[in-house]
């Protein structure tokens, strides 16, 4: 590699549209080690060389008070980085600067990238970037990050802080600071050398700050006499207070004839009396997402097409097969496994197009934070943010879409957590099969059925919430957020489909692995090798039945629960096949074709399972794995087969659970 480029910014100021224009598909996304935070690093080539990019967490500071913080300093004093481009949001320049001066004083080259210029420019505001470069002594350039055609400014300054190795000038944030008596005498106790690449100056903000990491690295170059000193003087000031005062003077002192901008009366848009209203915002924001949700579904027909053009070729394919010998085993296999799985996938492929594009239409246009706002109180009950009530909405549709839609969390902990809860919502296909079987058993009934499962899913997520909520997302990050509300903007539709289909690509392949895997296991276990031999889930099943009776599930019931987590309706079409000796293997394979039960299912599930054993089956599939689908499009977003493997065991064991409990509470009531 040529060198390496960290992009570091606070959330919501372009660094992920960036590294997607610099990487296209040359990326990878993973875990850091031992965090549970999201690590995104790619490559680019320009003017024959090679260089590699890591998009940093987006945090509002450095003071290591989170991962995401300690993660970006490490990274950065590491030495890993031969340049810093550190972004700010020209529409809001003010606030977003602050990273920049948070930043300073780490001697690692850099330059300034100020984004959004076209937003900024439509507010009538106009930033000379010369007067910036002069002050701090460094690249500055302004940057509509959407715009591909424009990143020569973007490789030049990159270029000229790698040459001339360029650092902030901080001899006027330094001076600032000095007004500070606590920093003044912290400062005059450490190294003129500083740490490792962190001047005295950043090490003495950070002192001031409390920053942990900080206050152990300064015990290699302190006395035992100097560290209580500095512990002691700390104590006399107001912290982050007095540094972020003294941030935001030089930030001013920056910004005093670079930025010039049109001084309007500011009103609120018609938009945000909606959306901002405390009686109109949240069902305003919920009708947003239905309409979304409803909306995705025009630019996932093409794709679902597709998926339905794959299935008809199944009997083509297999007589084709069959007239060239081969065997009936490996022409199920291809037909009823391969053919049918990419036909499934297209189909679920298709859902997740038009989740990516409609919600990434609405992140784009500026909707997207709003829905956080409104919703932030709300979902920090859970230890999440506001934007993570969109994927609940949309998995009452599909889970896979759901699990989709959390690519707007920007904290990885919380992705996670979103798409843990949103398996507790039943989906669409759920909604088709719950309401057939509690009017079939339990008449009138059936209404206080599916309100006992509303408040169960309540319950479930709660609990859910509690259990996983402790290792993935940190009490200083389960509170409110501090946001600024970005201006109505329009959309880059170039930059937008290109982003969708890149990350529905690889959607694609990684959801392509995950699904053919588990249906070739579903198969060959359900698959009946030797005529009038029963396959090894029935064998399996027929063991374990005075194990699975406890949950009030006989052996025929728990065989069609393990179908559900193929796909919900194939649990019907395994309850018809099982009670009438049909093929077990065709009623899976029914899982993902959405073909037909039997004619006389009502009749076989009356005459064969009782009112508590429907009462546990129903809430058994109900919270049992959504699908097969859901189970891969998990994997693919949170990129960790540990944490997928976690949350697939905890539902299947928790609606056994739920299931035993509904059995016994139905035993009472019949």
Same mark, same amino acid.
């Given at each position: ?57 987006? !945090? ?9 913080? *300690? ?52 507010? &009538? #505001? ?15 350039? @302004? ?17 000229? +802080? ?32 500083? *740490? ?63 930025? !010039? ?13 909606? %959306? ?5 915002? #949240? ?5 947003? =997402?239905?309409? &979304?949700?409803?909306? $995705? ?21 297999? $007589? ?22 990419? !036909? ?26 709003? =829905? ?15 934007? !993570? ?18 690519? *707007? ?29 509690? @009017? ?22 709660? =609990? ?17 957020? =501090? ?43 359900? %698959? ?101 689908? +859901? ?40």
């Amino acid at each position: 590699m040529s060198a390496t480029i960290a992009l570091l910014g606070q959330p919501n100021s372009g660094k992920s549209t960036v590294f997607n224009a610099l990487t296209g598909l040359k990326q990878h996304v993973g875990n850091w080690p031992g965090k549970t935070v999201e690590k995104k690093e790619g490559s680019f080539v320009r003017d024959g060389k090679e260089y590699a990019v890591a998009d940093l967490p987006g !945090s509002y500071s450095l003071t290591a008070n989170s991962d995401e913080e *300690v993660i970006t300093c490490e990274y950065i004093a590491s030495g890993k980085a031969d340049v810093v481009c550190i972004l700010a949001d020209s529409s809001q320049l003010e606030r977003s600067l602050y990273m920049m001066a948070d930043y300073a004083g780490i001697k690692v080259p850099s330059f300034l990238v100020l984004n959004m210029a076209d937003v900024a420019a439509d507010q &009538g #505001k106009k930033i000379d970037t010369k007067v910036l470069e002069e002050k701090l002594g460094i690249p500055v350039i @302004s940057l509509s990050a959407t715009d591909n055609k424009k990143y020569d400014a973007f490789f030049e300054a990159m270029n000229r +802080a790698i040459s001339n190795k360029s650092m902030i000038n901080i001899a006027g944030l330094e001076a600032e600071l000095q007004k500070v008596d606590a920093y003044a005498k912290i400062r005059a106790l450490l190294p003129e050398e500083g *740490v490792k690449s962190y001047s005295p100056t950043w090490l003495g903000v950070k002192a001031i700050e409390n920053d942990k990491l900080v206050m152990e690295q300064l015990k290699s170059v302190l006395s035992v006499a100097e560290e209580k000193q500095v512990e002691e003087i700390r104590c006399t000031s107001k912290g982050a207070l007095d540094t972020g005062n003294s941030k935001f003077a030089w930030i001013d002192e920056l910004l005093d004839g670079a930025l !010039s901008e049109q001084k309007e009366k500011i009103g609120v848009s018609k938009l945000d009396k909606i %959306y901002l209203s405390p009686f109109w915002g #949240k069902p305003a924001v919920v009708l947003t =997402i239905l309409l &979304g949700l409803i909306g $995705s579904f025009i630019p996932a027909l093409p794709l679902m097409g597709v998926g339905s053009a794959i299935d008809m070729l199944k009997a083509p394919v297999g $007589s084709a097969l069959a007239s060239a010998g081969v065997s009936d085993v490996l022409i199920a296999l291809i037909c009823n496994v391969v053919i049918q799985s990419f !036909s499934y996938i297209f189909k679920m492929l298709g859902f997740v197009f038009g989740v990516l594009l409609v919600f990434g239409l609405l992140e784009e246009v500026g909707v997207m934070a709003r =829905i956080s706002y409104v919703f932030d109180n709300t979902m920090a009950k859970l230890g999440l943010q506001g934007k !993570s009530v969109m994927p609940f909405l949309i998995s009452f549709g599909c889970t896979m879409g759901g699990a989709a839609g959390t690519r *707007v969390i920007d904290n990885y902990g919380q992705k996670v957590l979103t798409i843990a809860l949103a398996w507790a919502v039943p989906c669409g296909a759920a909604w088709a099969v719950i309401p057939m079987l509690s @009017s079939l058993f339990f008449g009138p009934g059936a209404v206080a059925v599916v309100v006992a499962i509303l408040l169960t899913m309540i319950v479930h997520m709660w =609990i859910t919430a509690k259990i996983f909520g402790r290792k993935l997302v940190k009490k200083e990050d389960r509170y409110g957020m =501090i946001m600024e509300l970005p201006p109505y903007h329009k959309p880059k539709w170039g930059a937008l489909f290109r982003y969708v289909l890149g990350r529905t690509k690889d959607t694609f392949f990684r959801v392509s692995k995950v699904v053919l895997l588990v249906c070739v296991l579903f198969w060959a276990l359900s %698959y009946s090798f030797t005529p009038g031999v029963d396959p090894i889930l029935c064998k399996i099943g027929k063991v374990i039945e005075p194990v699975t009776k406890i949950f009030g599930l006989n052996w025929q019931l728990f065989m069609a629960f393990v179908a559900s987590s193929v796909g919900k309706e194939g649990a019907l079409g395994v309850i018809s096949a099982l009670f009438t000796d049909g093929s077990v293997y065709g009623a899976f394979n029914d899982a993902m074709s959405g073909a037909a039960t039997a004619e006389n299912l009502n009749d076989i599930l009356l005459a064969n399972v009782s009112k508590p054993q429907a009462l546990a089956f129903i809430f058994a599939i109900t919270f049992n794995m959504p699908c097969v689908v +859901a189970l891969a499009s998990t994997y693919q977003e949170i990129a960790s087969a540990k944490w997928t493997a976690k949350i697939a065991l905890y539902y299947t064991l928790g609606a056994l659970v739920l299931a035993m409990i509904a059995y016994h509470i139905g035993l009472l009531i019949w």
